[in-house]
T-cell receptor, first 113, second 111 residues
Framework: NAGVTQTPKFQVLKTGQSMTLQCAQDMNHNSMYWYRQDPGMGLRLIYYSASEGTTDKGEVPNGYNVSRLNKREFSLRLESAAPSQTSVYFC????????????FGPGTRLTVT | SQQGEEDPQALSIQEGENATMNCSYKTSINNLQWYRQNSGRGLVHLILIRSNEREKHSGRLRVTLDTSKKSSSLLITASRAADTASYFC???????????FGAGTRLTVKP
């Protein structure tokens, strides 16, 4: 099993460009998450999908949109990238929405110039 | 906003020594989890402890939870160079069910 996979691993964007980060899990998990990690800080939740067909805002949703494409896949879109969105983005999944261990992907390092 | 705060921010020890990291939080929680992150990698789950539990063990790891003090500790015994990583606590509670992570403790184990 691959676990949680993310593409791309690295990306450089210019201010105003758009892109989609892809995430897939093969563990048949119901819940999926997108986090960002900035230097010296813990992870902050951007959006989550408690179950297929639902998405909700997390702590820092501004500037992002998500799509739960199916049970396996959860994408994160930046419509108009800003330098403040320079960060490392992690996707995670878990069997249920709360009180469960989360499995993390390897991350996408995004730089916006 | 961060819920958990780890202490110390950085810890450097020799191989074979024990490492203790602490996590404090502000509000009542349902669960507290500890994760490890190696440099440049994703987080790996270590232990989940529920609010009605006081202590859990997993191999060389021991986690305690004191809900009256709103704090938890992670003890790594007989540390190895491979334990070098950042360690994060994360909590969830009834009002904020999504997990909130602290800023982490950076552990360096010298061979």
């Amino acid at each position: 099993n691959a676990g949680v996979t993310q593409t791309p691993k690295f990306q450089v964007l210019k201010t105003g460009q758009s892109m989609t980060l892809q995430c897939a899990q093969d563990m048949n998990h119901n819940s999926m998450y997108w986090y960002r990690q900035d230097p010296g800080m813990g992870l902050r939740l951007i959006y989550y999908s408690a179950s297929e067909g639902t998405t909700d805002k997390g702590e820092v949703p501004n500037g992002y949109n998500v799509s739960r494409l199916n049970k396996r896949e959860f994408s994160l879109r930046l419509e108009s990238a800003a330098p403040s969105q320079t960060s490392v983005y992690f996707c995670a999944s878990s069997e249920a929405w709360t009180g469960q261990e989360q499995y993390f992907g390897p991350g996408t390092r995004l730089t916006v110039t | 906003s961060q819920q958990g705060e780890e202490d110390p921010q950085a810890l450097s020890i020799q191989e074979g020594e024990n490492a203790t990291m602490n996590c404090s939080y502000k509000t009542s929680i349902n669960n507290l989890q500890w994760y490890r992150q190696n440099s440049g990698r994703g987080l790996v789950h270590l232990i989940l402890i529920r609010s009605n539990e006081r202590e859990k063990h997993s191999g060389r790891l021991r986690v305690t939870l004191d809900t009256s003090k709103k704090s938890s500790s992670l003890l790594i015994t007989a540390s190895r160079a491979a334990d070098t990583a950042s360690y994060f606590c994360a909590t969830d509670d009834a009002s904020v069910p999504d997990m909130r992570f602290g800023a982490g403790t950076r552990l360096t184990v010298k061979p």
